[in-house]
């Protein structure tokens, strides 16, 4: 998975993370979901992280699916085979929006993740983190059928929110993402 070639691990948490998707992703294993939740059992997401560049304020989402406070996001499809495009699709398909890339992360990951899912169907997701820039007055609809609701919050309220009510790599994230703004 040559995305992962310039991203330097942020902690040892994230090397470990890019070893276990460089190694999954190499090993010929089907990176793609086929069948919803959880066929194959390890398959590749891209998040998008939502920045208002006036603000520095961060969206998330109320996902249902997941009950879980989660920046949007989604399976990368075979058809899309580039995590960029999944992020593209998805923040039309989610967030009624196009993908500006925020700069300095472009249209390349800032992160990586993996996770075993919750409730049922459980699965391991092997996340792509991307960034993309937003104002919160461009994004004024959400897909309901997915998100229960959205918000803006400081990049210190997301990394305090309680593990058991997001992503566990969520706070990391978002640590190496302001980390690369403040450069």
Same mark, same amino acid.
């Given at each position: ?11 040892? *948490?994230?090397?470990? &993370? ?11 294993? /089907? ?5 919803? /939740?959880?066929?194959?059992? %390890? &398959?590749? %997401?891209?998040?998008?992280? %939502? ?19 989660? /920046?949007?996001?989604? &399976?990368?499809?075979?058809?899309? #085979? ?17 993908? *500006? /890339? ?15 899912? #919750?409730?049922?169907?459980? &699965? ?14 461009? +994004?004024? #609809? ?7 609701? +959205?918000?803006? %919050? ?21 640590? #190496? ?7």
């Amino acid at each position: 998975m040559g995305l992962l070639d310039g991203l330097r691990p942020a902690d040892g *948490i994230e090397a470990a &993370h890019r070893r276990y998707a460089r190694d999954w992703a190499v090993g010929g294993a /089907p990176l793609y979901r086929v069948r919803k /939740p959880d066929v194959p059992a %390890v &398959h590749l %997401v891209a998040y998008f992280t %939502v920045v208002d560049p006036r603000t520095g304020r961060l969206l998330l989402t109320d996902h249902r699916g997941a009950g879980l406070r989660l /920046p949007p996001g989604g &399976h990368v499809e075979p058809a899309d #085979r580039d995590p960029w495009a999944t992020v593209v699709r998805e923040c039309r398909e989610e967030l009624f929006a196009e993908a *500006i /890339p925020l700069e300095p992360t472009g249209r390349t990951p800032f992160f990586v993740s993996v996770a075993r899912t #919750r409730g049922a169907g459980s &699965h391991t997701d092997v996340s792509l983190w991307y960034a993309v820039q937003a104002g919160a007055e461009e +994004i004024t #609809r959400y897909d309901t059928r997915e998100f229960a609701g +959205i918000g803006w %919050v400081p990049p210190g309220d997301a990394r305090a929110l309680a593990p058991d009510t997001t992503d566990p790599n969520l706070d990391r994230a978002v640590r #190496r993402l302001t980390t690369l703004l403040e450069a």
